[in-house]
């Protein structure tokens, strides 16, 4: 069987934790990130195989940008093609114009409800976003609580979560006081969501 078309797991260590990227055909299916070794790593994703070999071209490119990333560097994720066969419309909307947030921005769960045409439904865009199957790509990180951080579904929780707006905000120039402020969410004109 040809390599593309099953799904493999590409599993690589970033300055943020392990990263496992599950894909088929060069479509994200699944990431998750931040774990504290490769053991740890390989044991959220069991019910995956492991596979043997060189990462072709595409996949070496992903690699790269996580890593690159993970370092501070501003990169874009934006073609890389995402699987959300499983979603439903709603889902589906709340994970588009998530994922056209601005590098260094962010907004609150209210303000993406109403993005999406649904205005009261804070509360489901926080599940949306807990059960977001492809962070980073779709920078949930970005969506916060209109009181503070919110919450986030990674191995290092709600930490990862503050360094990553830390980083983005160090590079955007959104740090006051060595913090990166989240008190006001600083919110540019998002472009309308896209095809992924």
């Not at 290092?156 to 980083?167: D, F, M, N, T």
């Not at 989240?182 to 992924?196: C, D, E």
Request: aromatic share 8%.
């Amino acid at each position: 069987m040809n390599q593309l078309t099953e799904q493999r797991l590409l599993a690589f260590a970033t300055r943020m934790g392990w990263v496992g990227l599950v894909h088929r055909e060069y479509s994200v299916a699944l990431v998750k990130f931040g774990f504290a070794s490769q053991p740890d790593l390989h044991i959220a994703f069991r019910n995956f195989d492991r596979q043997a070999g060189k990462w072709d071209r595409t996949e070496r490119d992903w690699v790269d940008r996580f890593q690159s990333y993970a370092e501070g560097d501003r990169v874009s994720f934006d073609s890389i093609q995402l699987d959300l066969g499983r979603t439903t419309p709603f889902q589906r909307r709340v994970l588009e114009s998530c994922r056209v947030i601005p590098y260094g921005e962010v907004l609150a769960y209210g303000e993406l409800a109403v993005r999406v045409g649904h205005p009261g439904a804070a509360r489901a865009v926080g599940s949306v976003m807990r059960r977001n199957r492809h962070p980073i790509l779709i920078p949930c990180h970005r969506v916060v609580a209109s009181t503070g951080i919110g919450g986030f579904s990674s191995p290092q929780g709600v930490r990862l979560k503050e360094r990553l707006l830390s980083l983005e905000s160090e590079k955007s120039g959104l740090v006051e006081d060595g913090r990166a402020s989240i008190s006001g969410p600083r919110i540019a004109a998002v472009r309308p969501p896209g095809k992924l």
